[in-house]
C-alpha cells in the first residue's frame, strides 16, 4: 500500500502551529484573536531596510541566484557594520547567510551530529530543534532547568552525566526561547570550558541578542577563550530588524571544517533568498538608537505581562531577560487543552486569545504540562486586554 | 577529537558549484569567464514581478512571517492564474509554497522515503536529488538513459527491475535537468502505470515546464488517470518568471496524507520568503506572450549551442526539447579535468567558460566521465563566442 515513509509520519507537529486550524476557525467566525502564541513581532522595521530593497527593484533587469554562502556584499557588511561594531571580530569568511535562523540551526545540527548521535540542550527548549534531531536521527538529551529556580543554568555536573561516547555538541539559546532566560558570563564560560574539555560543539543560537533588559554586556559565546573551534553561532538578521519575513539569518563560526560543510549545505540549496538579502543590506543602516527604542518598548510589554501574570491565582512567571517570551505556570492539569480550549470555546466580548503550550519545549516526561509560553510582542494596550482575557479564561476553565 | 559528523564530512559537493574557487580566481586576475555552468538566465523578469515587490514595500510597517505553507493570497493566484490556465485543475490545499524549487524536492524525498529506503531515478538526473538523498539516508537506484539514443527513456522492464521491498517512489524531472529530454506523454503514462502498480510514489520534478521546445501539448504528471495518490509535483515559480534569486517554489500534490507531512516539514522552517512571495504574486499576471518570447529564445539559443557543439570533432549532443541545458559527449578522458584546465589554463583574448562535468548526474560507475552539461543561458553572440572558445579549448587540450 502507498504510505508516506515512516519518518514523515511520526515526525511531530509544530506545537507552536498546530493549533492554527483553531486560531483560523475562531477569525473566520469573526471572533478577535490575540496571537501571544508566535514571536511575531508588530514593531516597525526600519525604513532603510524596505527602502534598499525598493531601490533594486526599480533598476533591476533579472533578479539571479546569488553565491550560495549570500551576497558578498551582504557579509561584508554584516561583519563591518554589525559584528565588529558590538565586538566580534570575524572574518567575512567565518560567516554564511542561511534562510533565516531555522536554516542555520538546521545545518549547525547536521554538522555537528549525524544519526544516532546525540546533543545536549537545556530544557525548556525551541521545539524545532527536536523536530530537526528527529528528522535527522540525532537524539537530544536534555539538562533540566526549572521554572521556580528562574530557569537557572544547572550545575555542569549535571551536564556531565549526560556525555556519552555518542555526545556530539551543546546546543542553547542565549537569550533563551521559550524561558528568556539571559545566560550569564559566567553560565557561558563554565558551559564552554565543558565543551571543550569533552571535545564537544557549543551550538549558541544568538538570534534574540539584541533583546536583552539588563544592564550588563551581553556576552556572545563567540567570546569564550579557547573555544575557537568548538563555537557555532546561529543568528538571525530578519528577527533582529522585525523583518521576520525576510528570511535572512547566518551561521558563524571560526573552525574551517565547519565552515566547508556549512558551504556543502548551502550549495545544495543553491542560494538564500536574494530580496530579503536586499533587505538586510538595508537594515545594516539601522541607527543604534532603534534598537534603544526597541529595547524599552519589550521592557514595558514584558512588564505588563509578567505583572499580570503573576497577579493571577495559581499563575507563576518568572521575569525573562532577554528575547520576547515568558514561561508560566498555569493553575490547569494541560496548557495544551487549555490553549485549544482558548480558541474553541472562551469567548469574551467575541474576543480570546492564543498561547503555545509549553510541554514539547520538555524532554523530561511530563515536565512543563501546565506550562505554557507567552509571546509578549503586542502593544500594551492589547497586551494589557489579552492579559484580562486570560485571567478571566483561566476563572472560567476552573 | 572535534569533528563535524561523518555524514558532514561525506557530504558531496555541489558538482555543479565545487569548481566556482577556480572560477572566481580567473574573473579576480581580469579573465572573462562565459558561464553555461548555471541554469541562471538573463532573460528579464516580467516588471510586474518587482513592481509588486516596490508597492508593497511602500506600504509596509514591518515584514511578518506568513502561514507556513505560504500567503494565501499567493496559493489562491497560483491556482486560479496559472494552473487553472494550463489546464491543471488542483485545489488551494494540494498546494504548499517552497523556498524554491529545491525544498520542494528535499521535502517530497523525505515524504516518500525515509533512511535505508529506495528512490529510482533516471540518470542523467539532477545532482542534488543525489545530495538530499545522501542527507536522509536515501539510496538512489538509476535506470540508464544513453545520450546516443538521445536520452531515450528506457523501458519499463528496467524500472522492474530494480524494484526491491525498500522501493518507495520514481523521481524524475520533466523537461530533464540535465538532458534536456522532454518526457512524451505515453513515457508518462507508462512510468505512472508502473508506479501504481508498485504502489510507488511519483515525485515529477517539472520546474521547467514552460520551457519547451515542441509543438506538442506539455503533459503533466498530474494528467496521468488514476495516480492522483501517487503523484507529487516540484514546482518552481521564481525559475519560470526569470527570478531565481527570488526562491518561490511549490509542492503540490492530490495525496492529503502528502500535503499534510509537507505542511508539518513547512512549519519546522516556519515560513517561506515573504519578498520573494510578493514578486510572485506579481509575477502571475504576466502576460502569456512573455514565455512565448522566452521559448523563441531559447530555441535560438539552443539551435545556436547545439549546432555549434556537433560541428566540433568528437563532440556529440542530442537536441534537447525542453529546460535550457544539453548533456554533450566531449573528446577529453575525464571532463571534471579539462572543465577544471578551462578555468585555470585556458585563455583566448583574456576569455575562458565554464561548463559542468557530468559525471556526478550517473549513478554507473564511469558513466557519464566524458560528458558536459551547457547551460545555454547566454545571449547568442555571447553563446556563439563562448561555442568557439569551447573549440579551440579542446583543439588545445588534446
Known amino acids: 500500500m502507498l504510505k508516506v515513509s515512516a519518518r514523515a509520519q511520526e515526525m511531530p507537529a509544530s506545537a507552536i502551529r498546530k493549533l492554527v486550524p483553531y486560531a483560523e476557525a475562531a477569525e473566520a467566525a469573526g471572533v478577535k484573536v490575540y496571537h501571544l502564541n508566535v514571536g511575531a513581532p ?5 525604513a532603510c531596510a524596505t527602502k534598499a530593497v525598493s531601490e533594486r527593484c526599480a533598476g533591476m533587469h533579472h533578479l ?31 560567516l554564511l547567510v542561511t534562510v533565516g535562523g531555522s536554516e542555520a540551526f538546521a545545518a549547525a545540527m547536521q554538522i555537528a551530529a549525524g544519526p544516532g548521535e546525540e546533543i545536549i540542550v537545556v530544557e525548556p527548549y525551541y521545539t524545532n530543534y527536536q523536530t530537526y534531531a528527529f528528522l535527522n536521527g540525532i537524539t537530544l538529551k536534555a539538562v533540566h532547568s526549572d521554572i521556580r529556580e528562574g530557569f537557572r543554568v544547572p550545575e555542569i555536573s549535571e551536564f556531565e552525566r549526560l556525555v556519552s561516547p555518542s555526545t556530539r555538541a551543546v546546543l542553547i539559546s542565549n537569550p533563551c526561547n521559550p524561558s528568556g532566560k539571559l545566560f550569564t558570563r559566567e553560565e557561558m564560560l563554565a558551559i564552554g570550558d565543558f565543551c571543550r574539555r569533552n571535545d564537544l560543539f557549543l551550538i549558541c543560537d544568538e538570534v534574540y541578542r539584541e533583546f536583552c533588559y539588563t544592564d550588563e554586556p551581553y556576552f556572545s559565546a563567540l567570546e569564550i577563550p579557547g573555544c575557537e573551534r568548538n563555537v557555532i553561532i546561529v543568528d538571525s538578521v530578519s528577527k533582529r530588524y522585525n523583518l521576520c519575513g525576510a528570511r535572512i539569518g547566518c551561521i558563524i563560526s571560526r573552525n574551517e571544517e565547519v565552515m566547508a560543510c556549512a ?10 533568498p536574494v530580496l530579503g538579502q536586499y533587505a538586510a543590506i538595508g537594515a545594516l543602516d539601522t541607527p543604534a538608537s532603534y534598537f534603544k527604542e526597541v529595547r524599552e518598548e519589550y521592557i514595558r510589554r514584558r ?16 521575569v525573562p531577560y532577554g528575547a520576547f517570551y515568558t514561561v508560566a505556570e498555569l493553575p490547569v492539569d494541560d496548557a495544551g487543552d487549555f490553549a485549544k480550549w482558548l480558541l474553541t470555546d472562551f469567548r469574551r466580548n467575541n474576543e480570546t486569545l492564543m498561547i503555545t503550550p509549553a510541554a514539547s519545549f520538555y524532554k523530561t516526561p511530563g ?28 476563572t472560567e476553565y476552573n
Not at 508588530?42 to 526600519?46: E, Y
Request: aromatic share 6%.
Open 303 to 318: 512588564d505588563c505581562a509578567v505583572d499580570a501574570l503573576n497577579a493571577m491565582p495559581g499563575v507563576f512567571s518568572p
Open 367 to 394: 515536565a512543563g504540562r501546565n506550562h505554557a509560553r507567552i509571546a509578549y510582542v503586542l502593544e500594551v494596550p492589547q497586551l494589557r486586554r489579552a492579559m484580562e482575557l486570560l485571567a478571566e479564561a483561566l
Open 64 to 94: 539571479s541566484y546569488t553565491h550560495s554562502a549570500g551576497l558578498k556584499e551582504l557579509r561584508t557588511a554584516m561583519v563591518e557594520k554589525y559584528y565588529r561594531k558590538i565586538g566580534l571580530d570575524i572574518d567575512v569568511s567565518q
Open 263 to 272: 558551504l556543502k549545505y548551502a550549495q545544495a540549496r543553491l542560494c538564500p
Open 42 to 46: 508588530d514593531i516597525q522595521s526600519p
